[in-house]
């Protein structure tokens, strides 16, 4: 089926062979050799094929080439994870720019979305501008419907080789799932949230990068400011000589760490922090004195840096990966 200049409502339609939809370049050709009169299509914006919805529909023999799915509803279409996209498929996207939300900055991470989330996000109390309420036969789909849509249609892109498109998706399925309060409980959607926030759910290399220096500046500045001890501790020999000679025993010990005084934030002692907090990423001891404030602070860096470190090496993989599947000049993968 090749179209132009329309919008198509294939809701619980039932394809008994396996059917492609498209959109058409060029104008048709009659059989007389001459171009078909688009005289009348001249409002329209462009020669764009849009699919308004394919509920019910068994995608297991579809393909759509070239449409626009921005405002096509997918929730209730059956085997939608077999579904083909070829060409250039678009879908919506979330709302761009920064906006403020009870006086805080918001933004979002740009990614392709579903029409049925921009009708749901649109309907929460202080949504952000931006998304479009007015799709037409949405109904109350919502986070818990959602998920699975965004899942299937991961695994379509995943089966196309196409990795980008497919991480938009993967987003939004860990989206849906943090939002869902029906099936998700309540530690899961705190891990997702803590995910979504350090990495962008492994996808976002730049925040997990930018998260894992943040934490590393505070440690040193931290153990600069509370950490060192004021001198390294010596270590002192004590004992007794016998009056007439004979075997002298020695007890040697170590000072308690000082807190420090004076200048904390001395090139040497930067070197120290620094040396102690690189070491805290990988695991490792750094074998320097601490006061008991620093053996904390280690302590806390030693747990939280390197599971920065993991969501970063995350995110970085996944990256490479798109990066890969994109297509290279000559149009080979």
Request: include cysteine; charged fraction near 25%; aromatic fraction near 8%.
């Amino acid at each position: 089926m090749q179209l132009r200049y329309t919008s198509v409502d294939f809701a619980h339609a039932v394809f008994e062979y396996p059917h492609t939809i498209a959109a058409e370049v060029d104008p048709f050709v009659l059989s007389t050799g001459q171009l078909l009169e688009e005289g009348a299509l001249a409002y329209a914006p462009d020669a764009a094929v849009r699919i308004a919805s394919l509920r019910g529909v068994d995608a297991a023999h579809l393909v759509l080439a070239d449409v626009d799915l921005s405002g096509c509803l997918f929730t209730g279409t059956v085997h939608l994870d077999q579904v083909r996209l070829e060409g250039d498929c678009s879908f919506d996207t979330v709302p761009p720019g920064t906006h403020r939300r009870r006086r805080r900055p918001a933004w979002f991470t740009p990614r392709r979305t579903l029409a049925e989330e921009h009708h749901w996000r649109a309907k929460q109390p202080d949504t952000i501008p931006g998304w479009n309420v007015a799709v037409l036969g949405a109904g109350r789909a919502g986070p818990a419907q959602l998920a699975p849509v965004y899942r299937a249609l991961r695994k379509a892109f995943e089966d196309g080789k196409n990795e980008p498109g497919a991480a938009d998706f993967y987003h939004g399925e860990m989206e849906m799932r943090r939002h869902d309060r029906t099936t998700t409980s309540r530690a899961e959607r705190g891990l997702l949230h803590a995910c979504g926030m350090l990495s962008g759910y492994g996808l976002r290399a730049l925040r997990a990068l930018g998260w894992l220096a943040a934490a590393m500046l505070i440690t040193v500045v931290l153990l600069m400011g509370f950490g060192l001890p004021k001198e390294d501790p010596k270590q002192e020999a004590t004992g007794t000589v016998p009056p007439g000679g004979g075997k002298v025993t020695f007890h040697i010990d170590k000072d308690d760490p000082q807190n420090p005084t004076g200048n904390r934030f001395a090139s040497k002692r930067f070197e120290k922090a620094l040396n102690v907090t690189l070491n805290s990423v990988v695991f490792r001891s750094s074998g320097q004195d601490l006061t008991t404030a620093g053996t904390y602070i280690e302590m806390t860096s030693r747990l939280v840096e390197p599971a920065l470190l993991a969501f970063a090496v995350l995110a970085v993989r996944g990256r490479i990966k798109e990066l890969s599947a994109l297509p290279r000049p000559g149009g080979v993968l």
